[in-house]
């Protein structure tokens, strides 16, 4: 789609300072030449709608035989949104699935009682010198789907609308806004929106979702005259009309949020639950280790080694 006009702003003004709840400057980790910066959850925001994790993890650059390499391990409670800027890697997972994933394609998989999975550089990719540069994400699953099958789906950069006016390019990854709706299956109300921006563009965010929030991912944004950086994620007040202006060399945001949960989340290690008891049964589960007749069974083509639950979270 080459145009819409629920992505273009009327009005001058680009918000007001007031307007943001909470700033979020996520907590930066190396994994050996591999940063990942988490802003989901943070001491100030354990959520953001029903996302309740959020990672950057690189740009990174990689030589030939190096990669990624993320053995198996579990989830409940949670759907997974996996998101490439630049580069590729494999995903495999317990019900079956083997997929490649490459930048503007989405992978979406719905933990729900349980599901074990890998992410890894594929031997085809360490053949040459390559990178990596995404974001992953979870989203916290209603109470009536905490304990649903394992899915996934997996969409390729075709299948997502796409806006597109002067200055802005937008691509709705999941969900609703500006209209239009992502494929994905959701179980609530959320947006999340790939934005990339021209220097000195104005974008609204959609005005339909109860909580709002965006990331930086490159460049840097203003609202009513400050600038914030790429690292940071601002979380606005529910009900306000909101618009960013991109900064002097432009901006790459994501744009996140959506209806709340009707409860409160608890979050350990892998694992996303309404109760504590759920994720003490996972955790008993997955230190049973009983990959042929327990709760959880390891990825098919990846069943050599996996992650231990941690000792002491």
């Given at each position: 789609?080459?145009?819409?006009?629920?992505?273009?702003?009327?009005?001058?003004?680009?918000?007001?300072?007031?307007?943001?709840?909470?700033?979020?400057?996520?907590?930066?980790?190396?994994?050996?030449?591999?940063?990942?910066?988490?802003?989901?959850?943070?001491?100030?925001?354990?959520?953001?709608?029903?996302?309740?994790?959020?990672?950057?993890?690189?740009?990174?650059?990689?030589?030939?035989?190096?990669?990624?390499?993320v053995r198996p391990h579990p989830?409940?409670?949670?759907?997974?949104?996996?998101?490439?800027?630049?580069?590729?890697?494999?995903?495999?997972?317990?019900?079956?699935?083997?997929?490649?994933?490459?930048?503007?394609?989405?992978?979406?998989?719905?933990?729900?009682?349980?599901?074990?999975?890998?992410?890894?550089?594929?031997?085809?990719?360490?053949?040459?010198?390559?990178?990596?540069?995404?974001?992953?994400?979870?989203?916290?699953?209603?109470?009536?789907?905490?304990?649903?099958?394992?899915?996934?789906?997996?969409?390729?950069?075709?299948?997502?609308?796409?806006?597109?006016?002067?200055?802005?390019?937008?691509?709705?990854?999941?969900?609703?806004?500006?209209?239009?709706?992502?494929?994905?299956?959701?179980?609530?109300?959320?947006?999340?929106?790939?934005?990339?921006?021209?220097?000195?563009?104005?974008?609204?965010?959609?005005?339909?979702?109860?909580?709002?929030?965006?990331?930086?991912?490159?460049?840097?944004?203003?609202?009513?005259?400050?600038?914030?950086?790429?690292?940071?994620?601002?979380?606005?007040?529910?009900?306000?009309?909101?618009?960013?202006?991109?900064?002097?060399?432009?901006?790459?945001?994501i744009l996140l949020g959506g209806?709340?949960?009707?409860?409160?989340?608890?979050?350990?290690?892998?694992?996303?639950?309404?109760?504590?008891?759920?994720?003490?049964?996972?955790?008993?589960?997955?230190?049973?280790?009983?990959?042929?007749?327990?709760?959880?069974?390891?990825?098919?083509?990846?069943t050599d080694e996996y992650i231990?639950?941690?000792?002491?979270?």
């Open positions: 789609m080459s145009w819409n006009p629920a992505i273009e702003q009327a009005c001058p003004e680009c918000g007001d300072l007031d307007n943001i709840e909470t700033i979020i400057i996520p907590r930066a980790r190396d994994l050996g030449g591999f940063e990942v910066r988490r802003a989901l959850p943070s001491p100030q925001r354990q959520m953001v709608g029903p996302f309740i994790f959020f990672d950057q993890a690189g740009p990174a650059e990689f030589i030939t035989g190096k990669g990624i390499d989830h409940i409670g949670l759907a997974t949104v996996t998101y490439l800027y630049e580069g590729e890697f494999q995903h495999r997972d317990s019900i079956g699935t083997n997929q490649m994933i490459y930048p503007g394609e989405v992978n979406w998989m719905i933990a729900g009682n349980g599901v074990t999975h890998s992410e890894r550089t594929s031997a085809a990719t360490r053949t040459r010198p390559h990178k990596l540069f995404g974001i992953q994400t979870w989203v916290a699953l209603p109470d009536e789907q905490e304990d649903s099958e394992a899915a996934f789906e997996h969409h390729g950069k075709q299948a997502l609308p796409y806006l597109e006016s002067e200055g802005k390019r937008v691509r709705l990854i999941i969900g609703n806004a500006y209209g239009e709706r992502a494929p994905v299956k959701t179980f609530s109300e959320m947006f999340y929106v790939d934005a990339v921006l021209e220097a000195g563009t104005l974008l609204p965010l959609p005005d339909n979702h109860e909580d709002r929030g965006i990331y930086v991912v490159q460049g840097s944004v203003e609202i009513s005259g400050d600038e914030f950086e790429s690292g940071r994620m601002m979380v606005f007040r529910p009900g306000d009309p909101i618009t960013v202006k991109a900064g002097p060399t432009g901006a790459r945001l209806e709340t949960l009707g409860g409160p989340r608890y979050i350990w290690w892998n694992f996303v639950a309404s109760s504590k008891d759920k994720i003490d049964h996972a955790k008993e589960a997955w230190q049973k280790g009983d990959f042929q007749r327990g709760r959880f069974q390891l990825p098919p083509g990846d231990p639950l941690p000792e002491a979270r």
